[in-house]
């Protein structure tokens, strides 16, 4: 059995350009969330594909730079806060993914979207749960979403000092809770993240325990 992604998803359908989709920034508790899609040539790609989290930050960068130069086609979308507090998390990163195949050069006729939820998209929907670890055309997605939100929430650091986002780019982590509370909520925190919403209501959520929540559809 092949040990990481391969084309085999990809290959078995016939009927024209396939991409893969996945998302990044589910589970922060503050900034957009980001997607990824790219359509890859099976005879011209990076080596070294594979779900996002698996890879050092140096190695997403090299990766995300071949996979721009090589595909076929690729693109990257986002949700905004305000966005993911209209629609709620979930679908905002249906949102986000359907930006992503919009900005595709190439029309796909079909999308492997890694996870289990059917978002509707501009072509048709096959979702793949574990697909950044099954398929290189959803790892070679997962990357490019990953950097690019990494990316702006460094810009974010800058925009919004105190809060360590270059750091831990609005995901828990302990300096990000005591900034949180010592600081209030700014202007790209989820407000309905419990541990955000406890902090504008007065309340501490290392004392109500919420430090560690899961958060809802989270990565």
Known sequence: MAKGPTFLLEKAFTSGPVCGVDEAGRGPWAGPVS????????????????????????????????IKAQAVAWGVGFASVEEIAELNI????????RRAVEALA????????????????????RTVVGGD???????????LAK??????MVEMDTLYPG????????YNAPIHLEALVAMGPCAIHRRAW?????????????????EQEALPFGD
Do not use: Q, W
Request: charged residues 25%; aromatic residues 4%.
């Open 147 to 152: 950097v690019a939100r990494d990316r702006l």
């Open 163 to 170: 809060y360590g986002f270059a750091r831990h780019k609005g």
């Open 194 to 210: 419990r541990p955000v919403r406890l902090v504008l209501a007065g309340i501490d959520p290392r004392l109500a325990g919420a």
């Open 35 to 66: 997607a990824g899609a790219v359509i890859l040539d099976p005879r011209r790609t990076p080596k070294g594909l594979d779900d996002s989290k698996k890879l050092t930050a140096k190695a997403r960068e090299r990766l995300e730079v071949e």
């Open 90 to 97: 979930l679908h905002a990163a249906g949102l986000a993914m």
């Open 106 to 125: 190439v029309t796909p006729a079909l999308a492997l979207v890694d996870g289990n939820y059917a978002f509707k998209l501009p072509c048709e929907v």
């Open 133 to 143: 670890g099954k398929s290189k055309s959803i790892a070679a997605a997962s990357i």
